[in-house]
């Protein structure tokens, strides 16, 4: 967009404005409010629901403002009795087919239609014929639909598309059949939820919230999510110590993330209140005995007691879902309780060789949309990193930008790519070597791939003016990634940026990392201690490691294999019942919020490793707060420098860590290790040429995930149930297996008993 | 003046008195001998609310959560949930019903506004005033005690005292 300034006049006062912008947006901005559903910063143009008129001079007829362009001279009327007259006329029609049931429909409060109505609709209608009454159903076990209440202005079909690339839900037929529908009737996507969110009206409507409260009841609080290490913001709805919902709409939450959130962000919030969670501390007295619940007081000084027996031989491990406040706590507990150096994180991706050779800056997500040339090595970021994918997307779509997958797998974003290097089965360390390292030619023999791929592809990059982005995730070696990391500056010239971007696998990976500094393998921590304090569950291949320890404290949310070794299980506080912060894959630091009280007996993370180091006689001086906690890491930590709670406030504007780049080092060491890898790849390997299911690992049932039954439907395949009218889960075990005896009573819900409700109560209203 | 004026004074002022005493006797009586005799009330009369079912005996209420919303003393408590099965078996008249609805009566002050929010014309106020309890406790009202047909089995249950009877079972939405 050009900044060169034109003038337009919009109700009589003259207005200086950037050409190119759009009417409605400088309206807006303007303060003259216009309604409008259709139009939705950031999507395509759609001009369907003719809210958003306005009288242009020189123009015919009312112009759709959303579609205009602003011109130089434009002289603008938003408010005249001629508009009103037609904007009132739209709404009476949008409203022809739409039922009154507002007091059923889980929108009913935060329905932009109920607003604009109370706005621009006349009390009464005067349609008098009968409504076309269709049934609520479901297009899938997390996304109900009711086709009567829609409007047609296919917000849903245009964020399917162009955010999610899925196109899973369409609108078809024509005219005043219209309808929005999906293939085959049933959502095979990935779930994400987004149509449900952009939906202005209740016509997509989430089924794990369904029928459950109503929003205005709800305490809205603006949180960070606990599942992808994009950081996405988004709001809590709470009532009573029960976390009902969580959304990202606009007038809740600002964050980063738009209103755009993944499937388990949105969706996977049952653990949270789920009856399985641990509700006091437990001890084993006996090894091989059972778990008894016992009180904090005789748990932390159980606990204490042991610790001092096991003297320095302590390992601590924490779980990169924490806030930084625990990781940091438990760092502290290693070094200043136990005075051990034993302490580790239990993440499968080890961020350390990435940050020690940062040699560009980290790249936020805004700058990946607005990217010319993006870089993706390995990972996956549509299953794991969403909202990163969701910007690569609008990168390619809306922004022209260049997209480079290198993979050995055909993975869906690939589609997207403007070039995709299928390397063999694991050869993307002889990838990370080529690239860093382009006299040697005989490497992409093992790569699988030939010397003009790599060749064009350093050609994009020459000839990229702007920002070129490098991801990578944990799918490549250390070396790999050390080198990766390092030679990336060397790519910035006087035209471009080069920029970084990690893809951890959980919301605090990069947390971790900057928390604990000087961290050891897990493996090793594992290996070498006696005692150890086990803060989250460890990955389930390495609980073996358990077996035989002197003494195992485990701070967790539910039973798991690592708690079936510990000799104390604590019960932890989810993130939903905490402060504290997460830091995301762009280096931002976000607000976590608490939401509800701690469920049961238990309490944060670094409360409970502070109540013991103060057992154990180290007083870390936090007083229970978490703002004091915050500014001794701030204190500490140089990246975090200088940051306070009331500077991360307004999730509007991030604040970033300040990681700063390290100067080139010497990595022979590493190139050495990264060539003796590449030696020992076979020369000829097999590719990998199918796409892989969508939510393969999105919908995976992991502890976290499978408190939400839905998940479990979804992982068996998503099987679509006979009767739509009924909740797949009412129909289904949660195997995927039909539900037989049960489902009967269920499944003999018709269609005429469903419109019957609507019709009393439509055609009544309107006739009164 | 004298004193026999005075007498004639008073003695007059007394018959006057009880000529109006004598004459309200033989007359129809007003006052209600509570709680030995049974009281009726006007129709507009606001008691404890009754919950109301339709025809065939499903609860009219959807859990919209407007009476509620709408009440100035927040006494009002709902928890809605899905009910997916087909009409004849569901608790309610619609998929969404209240699972559990409770007034406390420390807190109402009869207003009325829940009445007048109710989009089904669920929740009406009876006739019912004799709430009172030796337990505040017992003052909360669960929806067991507000529904209508168990309201009708208990002898506090009364209806109004004209023919336009606005307490009944069921009404036209």
New interface residues.
Partial sequence: MSTELIKVTINEQEFEVEKGAKLIEVCREKGFGIPSFCYYGDLALQASCRMCLVRIEKMPKLQTSCTITCTDGMIVTTQSEEIEKAQRAMSEFLLANHPLDCPVCDRGGECELQEMVMDWGDLEERFVERKNAQPEKFLSPIVANDPQRCILCKRCTRVCDEWMGEEAIEAGNRGVNTVIGTYGGWLGCSQCGNCIEVCPTGTLLDGVYRHETRPWEMDQTRTTDVYSSDGMQLSIGSRGGEVHRIVARDRYVNGLNGEFLDVKARFAHGFINSKDRIKTPLIRYKKGGKLIPSTWDEAIHFVGSKLKESGNNVGVVASSRLTNESIFTLKRFATEAVNSNNYAVSDAYDLAPFFDNLSAPLCTHKEIRHAKTILLIGGEPEEEQTFTAKQIRQAVRNGGAKFIVVHDTPIRLAAQASQFIHVNKGSLDAFALAFADQSDATITKKLGAAQTEIDDLLKTIGETEGDFIIMFGGDLSAEAQAVLANVAGSFASDTRRALLHPLPLYNNSVGANDMMAGKKPLEEVLRTSKALLIAGSLPEDKTDLLANKDFVVVQELFETATTEYADVVLPAASFAEVDGTFTNNAGFVQRVRKAIEPIHQSKPDWVIASMIARELGADFGYNFSSTMVFKAIADSVPAYEGLRYPLLKDESKPVQAKYSPVAKRDLSNEFAALRRKVEALPETSEKITETPRVGHKLHRVTTMTGKTDQFHLLAAGNPKPENLLVSPLVQFNLDGTPRLVEMAEAASVNVKDRIDDKETVASKVVLK | MSIITDVIQSTVAVIKGMRRTLAEIPREKWTVQYPDDPITVQPRYRGMHLLHVDENGKEKC?????C??ACPSDCIYI????D????E?RVG????FAKVYNIDYNRCIFCGFCVEAC??DAITHGYNFEISVYNRSDLLKTKNDLLITKQKQSKNYRVALSSEDVDSEYKE?
């Fill in positions: 959807v859990a919209c959560y407007l509620a919303a928890e809605a949930e899905d997916p099965r087909p009409y078996q008249r619609d998929e969404r989009p089904k939405v």
